[in-house]
């Protein structure tokens, strides 16, 4: 009789409502079982809007087992071997249009760029009390690396720009993003701010039009020679990721659009529910 072949799984998931829990942490039961996961050769990842830098302070001293999507799909990082797999890079004339949408719309903006493997973030204005917020959010995960310049166009060339973020209530920047959907090459995710206290205030990633988190994870499962991906997510920028899994677990905090994608509602992100999912699946 012949031997069944045993399949290649990746586990990838989203972090903030799904992987972290309801306060943006990263429960110590998760933590453990991330390097669980890496000592044990089980393909354990992310695949996030956050940044690098942002994911490694959650982190701490565990590291995901294989490369994982960061910033919504911009780029793919190795953390085992502390290289990049692939980078998404927004070319000149995009960022002199976009530049000139956030101006239009009276929105500061602002420009994330990577140097080697550590994020930097540009800015020409914080004029208002959400930009100062949002600087004064991001500062901790990118240390010194925040930086005012005249024009996003002027960067220092070791920096290579990614994406750029606008940062304010929902009403305000749903013309704005009508606005840069209009430039071709581009699109944009929104998504809400789960931590602020006023609750319409979103993030929105302006990003090139080939980037997302699903491309990014067919690229890996190329890359990994896996034969499945189950994916994990809760919010309206997991939803491509969601579908194209060929399975999907979403958590019970998840947003009514995901749970209709799900294979199966798990327990909510406060309960450690993705890594005890994969604990009970890879341990049958």
Partial sequence: MPMTKIKKTLYISDLDGTLLNKEGKLSAYTREAISNFAKNGILFTCATGRTLSSVKMLLGDAKFSCPGVFSDGLLTFDMQTDTIIQASVLPQRLIEQIAEKLNEFNNDGF??????SEYA???????HALSQHFIKSKAPFLKDN????????????????????AYDE???LTPLQKSVNTIHDIHCLLNRDL???????????????STSKHSAIHHLKQHLGVDEVVAF??????????ASADRCYVPQNAIPEAKKLATQVIPSCDQDSVVKFIEAETQR
């Fill in 146 to 165: 925040i930086f005012k310049i005249e024009h996003f166009s002027a960067l220092p060339p070791e920096y290579l720009p990614l994406y750029f973020v």
């Fill in 195 to 209: 931590y602020h206290a006023q609750g319409d205030v979103y993030f929105m990633n302006i990003l090139t039009d």
């Fill in 121 to 127: 973030l540009f800015y020409t204005a914080k004029s």
């Fill in 111 to 116: 420009l994330y760029c990577i140097n080697g």
């Fill in 170 to 172: 929902y009403d305000r």
């Fill in 233 to 242: 997510g809760d919010n309206y920028n997991d939803l491509p990721m969601l």
